[in-house]
């Protein structure tokens, strides 16, 4: 898909889908992006490349605008049915869809077998074997080091209000389904990185057509119900250019770790993994533009959402999220052992983001409630080296094709046990928490 392409699907989207984008204004600038040379932006300090050397290049920030302004229209359209069907119905169709194929669904909608079908093709851009490969050097970091890092990555999203009031507007705001959203991330990722966890009928699989679908419906509900979203200020809402940076998280660390090492390439293992992100993006709903496959592409996306991104703090949405993502408690068990677990998960979190992501924004972090105090940094420097340690060991050994058959076998097992830990991905949101922007039947439809 060209830039142009990719323009032209843009502004397609209201014609496509009136009942959705009818009233999107597709040739306003929303004050989200921030194209000024002297806007304040995300744009973080320290690093090599200056805003002023990507806002020079026009093709990229072409790309980022376009990709503010990018929906999803083929699952946009089957959450239209929401008012036909309910919630509870379009969950159970699409579940039965990715598990036994759309065969087994009777008498489908067209929109759920444009949906499935976008799902099962495979671009040609996507090497499979590579994303097998990915899976298995991925499910190391998802069973040992995910676990104490995910909620601090949850809390990374919550830094901007542009792109953070979406969440909001779910009713993330308390601690119960912060935690229910934080605990579904967890299982999206681990369940893809499972062996076959993006095949049609697998687990991943489901989970990331559930999770499209759960983006689909803020989406549709914020447009359709709620009176809080400006387009004017913050375009669409969960663009595409919002869910490549939780999408690639992990691409980018490695990106950045190979360009710290003087690298150009990645290595086999680190390609692999990077093949993994771009096929889970892609059944997200991604385009190939905001997916590079190499560490200095990566890196220049990432940093070129931050520079067209403006700066916004709302401590109403960002601090709100962000502290009831702290007090979430994620464990579903409240015995001795798990409240441990949980303060020493809670504090490695809160160090992740700190060094990861706010390192240079003392005053964000404090706005937002993250610190560190002197309980949390025993905590890490007890459990780092059993954590860190453990990650090193286990990654070197899987390297070594003999102890891979004890490897592999041990990770994915305790991906398994992390997995059921996490309990039971619902992937809704409560069309309850919208307020309703004008009275229409929608309003009656089951809460999803």
Not at 12 to 26: C, E, M, W
Not at 47 to 60: I, Y
Not at 182 to 192: P, Y
Request: glycine share 6%; proline share 6%.
């Amino acid at each position: 898909m060209s830039l142009d392409t990719l323009r032209a699907r843009v502004r397609r989207q209201r014609a496509d889908l009136p009942v959705v984008y009818g009233d999107v204004d597709f040739d306003l600038v929303p004050e989200r992006l921030a194209l000024e040379p002297d806007a304040v932006t995300d744009f973080p300090t320290g690093v090599k490349v200056s805003r002023e050397e990507l806002l020079a290049d026009g093709e990229l920030v072409e790309l980022m605008a376009t990709a503010t302004m990018l929906g999803d229209v083929v699952c946009d359209a089957y959450v239209c049915l929401l008012p036909e069907l309910g919630m509870h119905r379009l969950i159970e169709l699409l579940r039965t869809a990715c598990r036994d194929g759309i065969e087994a669904v009777e008498d489908p909608p067209a929109e759920l077998v444009a949906f499935v079908d976008d799902l099962v093709t495979v671009p040609d851009w996507i090497d499979l074997d590579l994303v097998e490969r990915g899976g298995r050097t991925a499910r190391i970091s998802a069973a040992l080091a995910a676990p104490f890092a995910i909620r601090g990555a949850f809390l990374a999203t919550f830094m901007n209000e542009y792109a953070a009031l979406p969440m909001a507007l779910t009713g993330s705001l308390s601690d119960k389904r912060a935690a229910r959203r934080v605990n579904e991330t967890a299982s999206f990722f681990a369940a893809t990185a499972l062996p076959g966890g993006l095949r049609p009928g697998s687990e991943g699989f489901e989970a990331a057509a559930m999770v499209r679908l759960m983006h689909s419906m803020v989406r549709y509900n914020a447009l359709r119900r709620s009176d809080r979203w400006d387009q004017a200020r913050f375009g669409i809402p969960i663009p595409q250019v919002d869910q490549m940076p939780a999408g690639l998280i992990g691409s980018f660390l490695l990106a950045a770790g190979a360009i710290r090492a003087g690298r150009e390439t990645f290595t086999d293992d680190e390609r692999a993994e990077i093949e993994l992100s771009r096929y889970r993006c892609h059944l997200l709903g991604l385009p190939e533009e905001l997916l590079p496959v190499d560490p200095h592409g990566i890196v220049k996306v990432f940093l070129a959402r931050a520079a067209t991104l403006r700066k916004g703090y709302d401590d109403a949405t960002c601090g709100e999220l962000a502290r009831a993502t702290l007090r979430a408690e994620l464990r579903p068990g409240r015995s001795l052992p798990d409240r441990i677990a949980e303060d020493f998960e809670r504090s490695f979190s809160k160090a992740f983001v700190l060094q990861t992501f706010l390192r240079n924004e003392p005053e964000l972090a404090e706005q937002m409630g993250v610190r560190l105090d002197t309980t949390d940094r025993v905590r890490v420097a007890v459990a780092a080296p059993f954590v860190i340690g453990r990650l090193r060991l286990v990654s070197a050994l899987d390297k070594l094709a003999p102890l891979r058959l004890v490897t592999d076998p041990y990770v994915t097992c305790v991906l398994r046990r992390r997995l059921r830990s996490y309990g039971t991905a619902e992937y809704r949101t409560d069309a309850g928490t919208y307020r309703h922007a004008r009275p229409s039947a929608e309003e009656h439809a089951p809460a999803g």
